[in-house]
């Protein structure tokens, strides 16, 4: 288990990261999510033992993190960590033999990863030579070459494509299946909801939400109502309840103050005209993460 | 387990040396070696002559000068030996000024004298050449000139044959020292190494730039790329600026060595094309040098003038690395760091400045003092000992005070690359390394 007990860093007298606690289970993809600047970064540098924190501690399976165990961790960084001049290949052993692997086993997983990514024929290429999106790509296996008992992502989907998206979710599910602890960082917030059960979102680096994704979508008091039909737009927005009304390419949103207006927005609809859906949804993870950190923003 | 301060060494390594650019830029040096070393034979297949004498045609209308000119340009010629290898092709002139000067117009070597009475002066010369002649042969002319109007001047008074002989005799000249440990021997050596041992220490300046550069440019790339971040999330920074310093060291070693063996095939080429070696080129200047040392006592002094100066530059070399890994970790792009080895690169051009004077400054204080300096030492306190001017002992306290400075720079220095090769921010730079140094 990944604990990181009440963190605090500080650069001068910049508070970067402020009593920041979670925990990671063997098996658990925890996102942690965050404006530019919010301390996202220096919590992935604090937790791979970059930086010493000012107060609190990280610890693997109750073991500080140190160069005995940093090589049972990948590291996905936000920007390109690739040396352009080399192959994929050299490139690969230079990080896999940095994290105590063997020439052997390196050359056999980069050949099964190139192949699952479908991009074998990159293998003896210089990385400069590649597509900002293969290099991706590859920076991404540099991450899983070990097998990493915690493996962290800082903004893994980064100039991917949507299919290319696809191998990534499918090898960090699978990756989180077979027990490794998967900490996750991006602005897309359809990604996180894909994959995270549980998240933080920190703002200036202090914690503004945090828990299992379903509990905050439920404590979450917001729902969204989409509805197809020949709607009153005006009529709707004089009912209690309603915050506001959008027309969506061929459907309405109607977002609620609470659940309790439900009853009262469909008794109305209902009797209007040509109404093929209507369909009460949690709030989407973008509308809770832009609410807190705008309140915070706010602050 | 691999070692991976043993890995990330041999990477750094072969990084700098299995590259296209350095099999390029030695094939070069190569070429360069050899060619400066066989620069005369370059230049007389080109047209260039440097094994002939010079041919000077003397036109004496006094009838009595010819004579006495050759055997003054013998004597002088024989005198200084020392200082170069001039040799000349005197020869009487039979036909009319016109027609010499005709010659000189088609073979433009050619120099041509022209003797003749003065009523007041005795006699007058006329020296003709196509173009300028170089100062030392100017001078030698002149003073064999001077010394054949005396002769002459002599000869027409009443003065006896045999007191002429006298007159004209080179005196015997002894030469003694109050300080009893000079010898003639190392006051000829110190002439030669004044001019020979800062084309020696030459190759030694080139690799420093070299190796502060190949340093500065490595842990920047790794920092732009932010694979730095990769690298020291699996190992110690520690273990990463060693791997930096001991693979720049590793590769300065080879192309030294490299540098060795291209001037030993040089020298064999040399050898080989010319094997009386009794040439009168540019090269000449260390060859010569080399068969006047080998005359000299010297040969004793090298066995201890020869580890010395290597151990001083090996633990500059390791120092001047320590400081180009801890520039570069506080830069945040090559061109940053260029401009902040600009002061050491200063430091090692006046070192390289004062060590190609130093015979100029024999007796001064203030150039001892800097000869102990760290980093100016590598090169000057070498050329002081070669020179004489300062002892073994003076080298020694260099080697300790850079040993000190080595020991400082890894102390102190690996606090400032720990937090440098992680920033990437160049607002309160200097802020933040003096932080770390009390860290």
Redesign the interface.
């Given at each position: 288990m990944l604990k990181v007990n009440n963190i605090t860093k500080y650069y001068g007298t910049l508070k970067a990261v402020d009593e920041l606690s979670f925990e990671v289970l063997p098996g658990e993809i925890f996102g942690l999510l965050g404006v530019n600047g919010s301390g996202k970064t220096t919590t992935f540098r604090m937790i791979m033992g970059l930086l010493e924190p000012s107060s609190g501690t990280v610890t693997l399976d109750g073991k500080p993190i140190n160069y005995d165990i940093t090589d049972t961790i990948g590291f996905l960084t936000e920007e390109r960590s690739l040396l352009l001049k080399l192959t994929v290949l050299e490139q690969c052993l230079f990080y896999g033999i940095l994290k105590g692997m063997k020439k052997d086993e390196i050359i056999a997983r980069v050949d099964y990863l190139l192949n699952k990514f479908q991009i074998p024929e990159y293998k003896n290429k210089k990385i400069k030579e590649l597509s900002k999106g293969n290099q991706q790509k590859i920076q991404f296996i540099t991450a899983i070459l070990n097998n990493p008992k915690l493996l962290i992502l800082d903004e893994p989907f980064s100039g991917l494509d949507p299919f290319n998206v696809q191998f990534f979710e499918d090898e960090i599910k699978e990756m989180a299946a077979k027990g490794s602890m998967i900490i996750f960082s991006s602005h897309r917030m359809e990604h996180v909801e894909l994959f995270c059960k549980k998240l933080s979102i920190i703002m200036r680096g202090k914690t503004v939400l945090s828990g299992e994704l379903k509990e905050i979508k439920e404590r979450y008091r917001k729902k969204n109502i989409f509805v197809k039909g020949d709607i009153d737009i005006n009529k709707i927005k004089l009912i209690k309840g309603v915050v506001s009304v959008e027309a969506i390419n061929d459907q309405f949103i109607i977002k609620i103050a609470e659940a309790k207006y439900v009853t009262d927005v469909f008794n109305i609809i209902s009797k209007m005209k040509n109404i093929t859906k209507f369909s009460v949804e949690e709030p989407s993870l973008n509308e809770i993460f832009i609410e807190k950190v705008g309140e915070s923003y706010g602050q | 387990?691999?070692n991976?301060l043993k890995?990330?060494t041999m990477?750094s390594f072969k990084r700098k040396v299995i590259t296209k650019w350095f099999v390029i830029a030695n094939v070069l040096l190569a070429l360069v070696l050899v060619g400066l070393f066989n620069i005369d034979s370059i230049i007389n297949y080109f047209g260039g002559d440097f094994t002939s004498n010079q041919q000077i045609y003397v036109i004496d209308n006094t009838g009595k000068s010819y004579d006495i000119f050759v055997a003054n340009m013998q004597e002088i010629t024989k005198a200084t030996s020392s200082v170069g290898d001039y040799k000349y092709d005197i020869s009487n002139y039979d036909g009319t000024l016109k027609e010499a000067k005709d010659k000189i117009a088609k073979d433009k070597k050619i120099w041509l004298l022209v003797f003749d009475n003065d009523a007041t002066n005795i006699i007058k010369a006329t020296v003709v050449s196509y173009g300028y002649i170089d100062t030392i042969n100017y001078q030698l002319l002149a003073s064999s000139i001077n010394s054949t109007k005396s002769v002459i001047a002599l000869a027409e008074t009443s003065i006896s044959e045999e007191d002429l002989a006298k007159i004209m005799t080179a005196p015997t000249i002894t030469r003694e020292y109050v300080d009893v440990t000079k010898k003639t021997t190392d006051e000829n050596m110190e002439m030669i190494m004044s001019t020979v041992f800062p084309m020696l220490i030459l190759p030694f300046f080139m690799l420093t730039i070299l190796l502060v550069q190949m340093i500065g440019a490595e842990v920047n790339?790794?920092k732009t790329?932010?694979?730095?971040?990769?690298?020291?999330?699996?190992?110690?920074p520690k273990t990463h600026f060693f791997a930096k310093v001991i693979a720049g060291n590793l590769f300065v070693l080879v192309q030294a060595l490299l540098l060795l063996v291209y001037a030993g095939i040089g020298f064999v080429i040399k050898m080989l094309t010319n094997p009386g070696f009794d040439s009168n080129g540019v090269t000449v200047v260390i060859f010569d040098s080399f068969k006047q040392i080998m005359k000299t006592n010297l040969a004793d002094k090298l066995l201890y003038i020869i580890p010395l100066t290597l151990i001083l530059m090996l633990i500059t070399f390791i120092a001047y690395s320590l400081v180009a890994g801890i520039l570069a970790s506080m830069t945040t792009n090559i061109e940053d760091f260029q401009q902040l080895q600009t002061p050491i690169m200063i430091v090692s051009v006046i070192g390289y400045y004062l060590s190609m004077m130093a015979a100029l400054f024999d007796g001064s204080i203030l150039i001892k003092a800097l000869s102990f300096v760290p980093f100016i030492s590598a090169i000057l306190s070498p050329s002081l000992l070669v020179l004489g001017y300062i002892g073994v002992k003076d080298v020694l306290i260099s080697i300790l005070l850079m040993m000190i400075t080595v020991h400082l720079l890894i102390k102190y220095g690996l606090r400032i690359y720990k937090v440098g090769i992680?920033n990437y921010s160049s607002s309160?730079l200097w802020?933040k390394m003096f932080?770390a140094l009390k860290d």
């Open positions: - | 387990m691999v991976k890995y990330l990477v790339d790794e790329t932010r694979s730095m971040e990769i690298i020291i999330s699996n190992v110690s992680l309160g802020k932080t």
